[in-house]
């Protein structure tokens, strides 16, 4: 079900997550919100590629 591509982006999500908390405690707000709004671009592309991937799979048969 899970491909590594998808387990790549999990953690890319999870990373930035974790940063942006660690600047937001730190006292960083602004650098903290910067980075908290690549969470669900990351998300979004995960999204875009898994169904690129999906349709294109679905055409081949």
Do not use: N
């Not at 079900?1 to 660690?22: E, N, R, Y």
């Not at 908290?36 to 349709?55: E, H, M, N, Q, R």
């Amino acid at each position: 079900m899970f491909k590594l591509s998808d387990l790549f982006i999990l953690l890319a999500v999870a990373v930035s997550f974790a940063v942006s908390g660690l600047l937001w405690f730190e006292g960083k707000q602004i650098e903290g919100l910067f980075t908290a709004i690549w969470v669900p671009s990351i998300l979004a592309f995960g999204i875009y590629f898994k169904l690129s991937s999906l349709l294109a799979r679905r055409d081949e048969s």
